[in-house]
RNA sequence: GCUCAUGUAGCUCAGUCGGUAGAGCGCAUCCUUGGUAAGGAUGAGGUCAACGGUUCAAAUCCGUUCAUGAGCUCCA
């Protein structure tokens, strides 16, 4: 057998002999103390596991932990530790399907009758343990396809020869450690002892394969880290999820409600959740006004002929609610916007002199969603869109596109996200529209992307039928994604409704249209917004900005005259004159997030200024009536502004 | 819609083996007038999600429905 070099990044090398195993290169390449960090490396740019033999001359690049591919090698493994100690606990009648490492963890799903129960939970934790101390290493095989479709039958692994069959492939791997053999690309550990720290979480039903005709299987979801401390940092941080998940903080900030007698997905706004919207709603009013849009309103319910010729009937039937019938004519709730648009669009004739036309609205539609997919303010039945509409002749779309995104960003950006991923959809197999006006508009949405010098990633096919668009997810504070965004080119409806303008040649042209929505919806974009900032909201969209603390009776008159006082500036204030300890106040407001805590005692009374507690538990100095509205005023502009 | 879990006072939750309900917070009244995260006392408040069944007896056991949660799926 002849020998071969096999080098570490291009670094030390060292000569074995062919068929040489990747751990022994490592082995001879590494210290000690790196060799104990690998769990895999790169080679010629793909993931293996350490027993990979090499056959040619090869640079390595170790797998480290520390770095994002040993943690999902490491949470993939971790799964297969899960799923031998579940069979181990309740038995080979057990059958396996799929354990693949996500974003935060691992899964894998089982095929058994009874469901398992936190209890089960500790036993199959327990059993995990064990295997792990034991450092049982896995081992890679390759047999050929159908020997494992013959053993996985033999066992009544079921949903293995299912994958196997649909693979087509005359060879798979299999990996084995002790007891447990499974079907799997790899790569794995070394062994099971480098799993340090794992956590299952929690269990619901999943169907194999995804789709609802097949059978439902249990998924069972956990996590793993090569380190305790960063399990617990993970733990902390669902914890951190779960303080700041909006419907909890909805409900003790008094923002919203959901309730059976009204009915799921369908929100009522307390009196501070409809005032924090209404504020989001000026400022966003007021964004549109000063870029060019304008306004419109439009009504809840249409004809059912309308949405007949929209195609929403056709294409969008399934989420509509069912139609109401008025004097002998069908109507039905709007599921969206764009065709009163085009109504307001239709009701006279347009020059190519006026166009680009922006119209905005924030317009409340009402969709069916399925029962278990309700969630909050996050997916409700009934929500108001950000929606805008612009037509526009062709040359124009580029430049629209670009003020849309720069709109938008701004926008985004004074809510306090600054971090957002951007994709652009393509054309999919099913559309409407010449493939030239595909290609055109494709064009231009990149370009205006580029020239606003912002990253994307194209996502082939994932274009709404009618046209591409542009989708942007935000980052929350917790690093989070939320698609709110979305920029539509449609072809579609002005084809529909015989939209038209008159161009310089005196001949009828038909107007492009974008549809976009910046928040998405306000719904889902207030509920995010209370989770980025835990409801600790900035000033100037903070419903309550102050709340009036007076110490004893004695100041009563004087706080009654502040209160009005800063009302009548603008100043969103409350008072709490009741007959409570100073103490008891303080630890009211600060929890309810209250800004600014205005303290008002004989000696601010006497002076005629008020003392002030910011909600973090600082103090300020007491200032004047009329410098602390200046101050809020002031505060709330750099706020809008930033 | 599907799987599993849950549903008790305005809120957060106890409630054992089936014997018709309990705490803390909040609320009301009274005492207390207290300068930076909970002063004290008394009191009101519940068809135990709804409907049906088993039982001498159901918050508790069974069934159905509704809602919520974790997911699957879908999407703003």
Redesign the pocket.
């Known amino acids: 057998m002849s020998d071969i070099k096999v080098s570490i990044n291009n670094g030390e090398s060292t000569i074995l002999p062919a068929g040489s195993l990747a751990k022994t290169a490592v082995a001879e390449l590494l210290s000690n103390k790196q060799r104990k960090r690998t769990v895999a490396v790169f080679i010629n740019g793909e993931v293996v596991d350490l027993c990979t033999p090499l056959t040619e001359d090869s640079v390595l690049t170790p797998i480290q932990t520390g770095s994002a591919e040993a943690l999902s090698v490491l949470r993939h493994s971790t799964a297969h530790i899960m799923a031998e100690a579940v069979r181990d606990v309740f038995g080979t009648e057990v059958k396996v399907a799929i354990g693949p490492s996500i974003e935060d963890g691992f899964y894998y799903d089982f095929d058994r009758k009874e ?1 398992f ?1 936190p209890e089960d939970f500790e036993k199959i934790e327990a059993r995990m343990t064990e295997i792990i101390r034991k450092a049982v290493p896995f081992t890679r095989s390759k047999v050929s396809s159908e020997s494992a479709i013959e053993r996985f039958s033999a066992e009544g692994e079921k949903y293995k020869v299912e994958l196997i069959k649909d693979l087509g492939v005359p060879t798979v791997s299999l990996y084995e450690q002790g007891s447990f053999s499974d079907l799997c690309r790899g790569p794995h550990l070394p062994d099971t002892s480098f799993v340090k720290a794992f956590k299952l979480l ?6 194999w394969r ?3 005709k097949n059978d ?1 299987l ?2 069972i ?1 956990g996590t793993a880290f090569f380190d305790k401390k960063a399990l617990k940092k993970h733990l902390n941080a669902l914890e951190e999820a779960k303080k700041r ?1 909006h ?2 903080l909805g ?2 900030l008094e923002l919203f409600t ?1 309730q ?1 007698e009204i ?3 369908l929100i009522m706004w307390q009196p501070k959740g409809a005032l924090l919207r209404k504020l989001i709603e000026d400022y966003w009013k007021d964004a549109h006004y000063q870029n060019d849009y304008e306004l419109l309103y439009t009504p809840h319910i249409a004809r059912q002929d309308l949405w007949k010729t929209s195609g929403h009937l056709d294409f969008y039937g399934e989420n509509m609610y069912s139609s109401m019938d008025i004097d002998d004519v069908q109507y039905q709730l709007k599921p969206m916007n764009c065709p009163f648009h085009i109504g307001i669009y239709n009701s006279r004739r347009w020059s190519y002199r006026e166009m680009p036309i922006r119209w905005c609205e924030l317009g409340t539609v009402y ?1 069916y ?8 303010l ?4 009934g ?1 108001t ?1 950000d929606d805008a509409h612009i037509f526009c002749m062709p040359e124009q779309l580029e430049d629209e596109i670009f003020n849309i995104l720069d709109l938008n960003l701004q926008i985004l950006k004074t809510f306090g996200f600054d971090k957002y991923e951007i994709y652009l959809s393509t054309r999919p197999d099913k559309y409407v529209g010449s493939d030239e006006h595909w290609e055109q508009s494709t064009e231009a949405l990149k370009l205006a992307l580029e020239k606003k010098g912002l990253a994307y990633t194209i996502d082939p096919g994932e274009g ?1 039928f009618y046209g591409p668009k542009i ?1 942007i997810k935000i980052k929350d504070m917790l690093g989070r994604s939320w ?4 920029i539509q080119v449609d072809f579609n409806l002005p084809e529909r409704f015989e939209m038209t303008y008159t161009g310089k040649d005196n001949q009828d042209h038909q107007p492009i249209m974008i549809h976009r ?1 910046l928040m ?2 306000l ?2 974009f207030i509920g995010v917004l209370i989770e980025h900032y835990a409801g600790v909201f900035p000033l100037w969209f903070a419903p309550v900005q102050a709340r009036i603390l ?5 100041q009563i008159d004087y706080c009654n005259e502040i209160y009005a006082a800063f009302r009548k500036a603008g100043i969103r204030i409350e008072k709490d004159l009741r ?6 106040k ?2 009211e407001a ?2 309810a997030k209250i800004p600014y ?1 205005l ?7 006497d002076s005629h200024t008020v ?1 002030l ?1 910011l ?1 973090n ?1 600082d ?1 300020i100095a ?1 200032m004047s009536i009329d410098d602390f509205i200046e101050k809020i005023k002031q505060e709330c502009e750099d706020g809008k502004n930033s």
Request: include cysteine; proline fraction near 2%; charge should be positive.
């Open positions: 469901p129960t929690r269990v619901a039903g999943a169907y995804g789709d609802e439902m249990q998924r979801y998940d419907r909890k409900k003790e959901i059976d009915g799921p997905g969709r969603e399925r029962a278990g997919a309700l969630h909050g996050l997916r409700v039945r929500f869109q709404v989708d698609q709110c965004s979305t929505a998405g919806s719904e889902r007076n110490i004893t009776d004695s007959n409570e300890k100073l103490n008891y303080i630890r600060q929890m805590m303290i008002i005692g004989d000696k601010e009374k003392t507690r909600r538990g103090n007491d």
